[in-house]
């Protein structure tokens, strides 16, 4: 497999791997959770490195899981004091951990090859020159079979409890009462979301990671409001932002993972303003077309209330009624074009007439209007 290929696919791999638990994370509105484990992983892994010495064991793996666990624990905890609210009780433990762990590796490991850098922004393009060396034979670059293992152990978790997930994503006193233990799910969700951002530093950094997990689950969540498509979605924008970015940052020769995750913003603002019906244009143009029906309406009640009295002539005159209205010129004879082109209204004597047909729709309507209200 040539360097190419094997960068693109470890960077697929952290993809889908942080896609698939970010997609819960999102739905539980954790995504700053995210944020603060990402970092203060590192504490833990600090902690790991200095009882065991080693910076290839995979115990280092469970120090991280242990302190992003602790992590959400000391928010959770803070927050149901209710003295301060959840992101400010991230925002004081993501803080005080992650310097902790700088601090330590500055005073400590200055020494060894345990850079606070390298572990924020990695770089994949040296992923490839660390190899897995079995019986002599190298079989490949080891985030490559790290980050497979993590994979698979995500799909493994969904896959397993998928249905608990599910249910305490949603309704978590539901699942309290069929049995499942929302604790449990949720601690085990923090411990798979730890494990998969420690194994994905070494290649692409903790700023990757927290892109991958929070940015395709979200651009899912603004397509569609399945859960099954959602996970299946975050997996595809998350495999395009991994292979685009590759590509765009050997175009232009720039760091690949800064670039990938670039590219995974860009992907959600395209999605965020061009997406049909939930997109930023579709709901503009929504908004105004709803201004647009609710002073349609407005119209055929004034003339409703006026036609036929003895101000029907100064109220309804075409010439006249905008001062009525209070509305612009132009605005109102885009609403007269509009009901005439209806057929809610017709012009007789230059008087503004409602038809039936305009007099059905507009008490129908107006009427549901105040029921909403």
Not at 8 to 16: D, E, G
Not at 133 to 152: A, E, H, Q, R
Request: a negative charge.
């Amino acid at each position: 497999m040539n360097p190419q290929l094997e960068i693109q696919t470890i960077a697929i791999l952290v993809a889908i791997s942080c896609s698939l638990s970010g997609v819960f994370l999102i739905l539980r509105q954790m995504a700053m959770m995210a944020d603060a484990i990402s970092h203060t992983i590192l504490l833990g892994i600090v902690l790991a490195f200095f009882v065991i010495q080693d910076l290839s064991s995979p115990l280092l793996i469970i120090g991280a899981a242990i302190m992003g666990t602790i992590t959400v624990f000391l928010v959770e905890t803070i927050n149901k004091t209710k003295l301060v609210n959840e992101d400010a009780a991230i925002g004081l433990i993501f803080p005080f951990l992650f310097s902790l762990g700088i601090i330590l590796v500055t005073l400590y490991a200055g020494s060894i090859h345990l850079d606070v850098d390298a572990v924020l922004l990695g770089e994949l393009a040296f992923a490839p020159f660390n190899r897995l060396i079995i019986n002599g034979v190298d079989i490949g670059p080891k985030s490559l079979y790290i980050m497979l293992v993590i994979l698979i152990l995500n799909i493994l978790y969904i896959a397993l409890f998928y249905k608990e997930l599910k249910l305490s994503t949603f309704d978590v006193g539901l699942a309290a009462t069929l049995g499942f233990s929302p604790v449990f799910i949720h601690y085990s969700l923090m411990s798979l979301v730890s494990i998969t951002s420690v194994a994905a530093f070494d290649a692409v950094g903790a700023i990757l990671v927290l892109a991958f997990m929070v940015g395709p689950p979200t651009i899912a969540y603004l397509v569609t409001d399945n859960l099954t498509k959602m996970i299946w979605l975050s997996v595809l924008f998350g495999i395009i932002s991994a292979i685009s970015g590759y590509w765009v940052a050997t175009w232009f020769d720039v760091t690949i993972a800064g670039t990938m995750a670039t590219m995974v913003g860009i992907l959600f603002a395209i999605v965020f303003i061009f997406i049909p019906e939930r997109g930023l244009i579709a709901t503009m143009h929504s908004k105004k077309e709803q201004k647009y029906e609710f002073a349609l309406i407005s119209l055929l009640m004034h003339i409703i209330n006026h036609q036929g009295t003895p101000r029907e002539i100064e109220e309804l005159g075409i010439d006249t009624i905008k001062n009525h209205l209070y509305w612009e010129e132009k605005f109102t004879e885009e609403i007269i074009d509009r009901v005439l082109d209806k057929n809610y209204a017709y012009i007789e004597d230059n008087i503004l007439k409602i038809s039936e047909e305009g007099k059905k729709f507009a008490l129908s309507n107006y009427y549901h209007i105040v029921d909403l209200d």
